[in-house]
């Protein structure tokens, strides 16, 4: 299928599915500072874009210096998706990072949860099957990130205005969504690795 810049961005907004990653962003953006919250999710969001960036551009070349298949890349990318996952679900009322009283750095807001393995892959394939638009494919990048941003910027907000009972069982709902999707991820690494594309 032949993306267009629309279709590209479109199909990055749905991997990278900010509004689903909202009951993440409030329970890891807790633990932080009220002032410093808006310029750590300023921070995390543009090392995420910078990484999928370097992923689109370096991303196939890195992989082949490193003899690693987008198999086991996928795999990898499941595993670490459902410890967040089971995080999620079996975390207090608190949140499932409530724990940990560190300000996030890099994991687990940009990497894995905007700069996963499934993003990478996605900007991957993006790229290798149009390098001749890759113009097109920064901008869709760009834009996704961007309202990537705003709804962490905005996730204090939001769980105010939809109260934390509602956010906790989003987050419990979205915990059992992203089981499935890693599960999902594993499986189809392995029939991959096991069965050949």
Known sequence: MDHTFLSALILLLLVLDPLGSLPVFISVLRRVEPSRRARVALRETAIAFLVLLAFMFGGKHFLEVMRLSERSLEVAGGVILLVIAMRMIFASS???????????????????LLAGPSAMATVLLLASRAPDRMPDWIGALTVAMAVCGIVMLASERLRRLLGDSVVTAMEKLMGLVLTAIAIEMILAGLKRYFFGD
């Open 94 to 112: 608190q949140g499932a990072y409530a724990g940990d009283t560190r300000e996030p750095f890099i994991f687990p807001l940009a990497v894995p």
